[in-house]
């Protein structure tokens, strides 16, 4: 399990990243074109049942087998009730365009990623979980109510994702927006927290990518308050959709149904499952644990990584 926070910067850290941000344009302008970029995508390392990340260029800790959705459809569906800061049909508007920032990528030639996010609608369960034997929903919530992952505003998001311990594919994933210590806005005045830099970064966790090490990418792991950076990709960020989806042909006959059916209904919510029906996550032959792990991206203040074993869904967080 690999955790890592997003968190606002303090007056003193924005400076210092205003002073980094006009030095780092001024070298652009005199550096040659970069042959590497430092995006990386989430990962599983086998041995260890363990979340980590495989980075371009390869860093020393990078270890495993990147995560993708193993189909070019996935869903997503928004909780019904929304917050008392942002309305149904806002959020709505605002995960749409998150999500097509990504598929809409420019991988040259013309080409996007072959990536379909389709929305199902608002549904009525608010917990993030994986049913190994009931029906599933990709679900975006926000907490008006309380948060568990960091007080204070430390931690603005977390996307929870569930795969496959043996070959990284994704089962499930589930986001999560503070707006209970969070003051969240939207479009481009009063800026504080905006939900749409929020959301597009954590989009690009649901896809399946980890932070990078770019300070001007929308996978960078901070934010910073009163900033609408995060809207828009770098050349990291499309890089990295691209590489986790390159461009093929057409996807027809999209089917983004979750996985064992759809559901608006949370587990303990649904019927029981007809005797022997369904599907279960078991351990492996040799004995190596269970076959499904779960990684955590959110979006926060800290960055802090912890490792440890995981023999049963669990999550990866990036704050």
């Known amino acids: 399990m690999r955790s890592s926070d997003l968190a606002p910067a303090t007056r003193r850290e924005r400076a210092r990243a205003r002073a ?27 041995e260890t049942q363990s979340t980590a990340a495989v980075c371009n260029p390869q860093q020393a800790t990078d270890c495993g087998i990147p995560l993708a959705w193993p189909s070019p459809c996935v869903s997503y569906s928004l909780q019904e009730d929304a917050s008392h800061q942002v309305t149904l049909a806002e959020a709505e508007a605002i995960f749409e365009q998150a999500f097509a920032t990504w598929t ?29 034997r009931k029906g599933n929903a990709n679900i975006i919530t926000f907490r008006d109510d309380g948060w568990p992952y960091g007080s204070g505003g430390s931690t603005l998001a977390l996307t929870t994702v569930t795969y496959n311990l043996k070959n990284g594919e994704i089962y499930d994933a589930d986001m999560e927006i503070n707006s ?26 649901f896809l399946g990518l980890s ?37 093929g042909e057409p996807v027809e006959a999209c089917d983004p149904t979750p996985r064992h059916g759809f559901s608006d209904l949370c587990a303990e919510d649904q019927p029981a499952p007809k005797a022997g029906g369904g599907c279960a996550a078991a351990p492996s032959p040799g004995g190596g644990g269970g076959l499904l792990a779960a990684a955590a991206a959110s979006l926060g203040a800290l960055a802090r990584a912890r490792r440890g074993r995981a023999a049963r869904p669990g999550r990866e967080r990036a704050r």
């Open 20 to 46: 980094v941000a006009s030095f780092t344009l001024v070298a652009a302008a005199l550096a040659l074109p970069r042959a590497a970029l430092a995006y990386c995508r989430t990962s599983v390392c086998p």
């Open 104 to 132: 809409a990528a420019d991988c040259g030639g013309g080409t996007n990623p072959r990536m379909e996010v389709t929305y199902l609608g608002p549904i009525s369960c608010d917990a993030h979980e994986y049913n190994q």
């Open 180 to 205: 209970f210590d969070v003051t969240l806005s939207m479009g481009d005045d009063d800026v504080t927290f905006d939900l749409l830099s929020i959301a597009t970064h954590e989009a690009g966790h």
């Open 211 to 247: 932070h990078s090490a770019e300070v001007g990418a929308t996978m960078y792991a901070d934010y910073r308050p009163e900033s609408t950076m995060l809207r828009d990709l770098d050349d990291d960020d499309r890089v990295g959709i691209c590489s986790v989806y390159p461009p």
